[in-house]
């Protein structure tokens, strides 16, 4: 059985992420998407809201399973008996960090291979980040995010003003 890891933070989860997980969920037996717990960064949502989010917006895709995980990459991947990681490009800057990363990640445990899908063209501007920002100012975030990320998001920033 082919088992993939696609790993991230997913604050928020975007159009671009959406898009590579129904893409990769295609060419794998099962794919888990890893929700990463960064304990040195500070996310909009918490943990526990993002793997509800992702379980929400993929529920219809049999093969796909949301958990969350911290530490290294290649624990969760021996833990979910993986031996695939799914990543996404978005332009030629994301190549050199993602080389270093699955180099180190082959380095650890070398049954472990990294496959890189080309973000759409649409989707190839978008990071969480500028989604942030732009939903923070009140901006149009409907064509960045799927629906539930935008409501997830519009109440979020609504209860962080009151």
């Not at 995980?69 to 990681?85: C, N, P, Q, R």
């Not at 799914?86 to 049954?111: C, H, K, P």
């Not at 989707?123 to 990320?149: H, N, Q, R, W």
């Amino acid at each position: 059985m082919r088992i993939a890891v696609y790993p991230g933070s997913f604050d928020p989860a975007t159009n671009g992420h959406l898009d590579i997980i129904k893409r990769s969920a295609k060419l794998v037996d099962k794919l888990i998407v890893g929700v990463l717990k960064n304990n040195s960064k500070q996310p909009l949502f918490s943990t526990d809201e993002r793997v509800e989010l992702l379980k929400r917006l993929t529920k219809d895709m049999e093969n796909v399973e949301v958990d969350s995980f911290s530490g290294l990459l290649v624990d969760f991947l021996k833990e979910k008996h993986a031996t695939i990681i799914v990543r996404g490009f978005r332009a030629v800057s994301d190549f050199e960090y993602e080389l270093q990363i699955a180099q180190t990640n082959y380095s650890l445990d070398n049954n472990i291979e990294t496959i890189c899908l080309i973000t759409r063209v649409e989707y190839s501007f978008l990071s969480a980040s500028i989604v942030k920002e732009v939903a923070m100012y009140g901006g149009d975030i409907s064509k960045m995010v799927p629906l539930e990320t935008a409501e997830y998001m519009n109440k979020k920033f609504k209860d962080n003003k009151s």
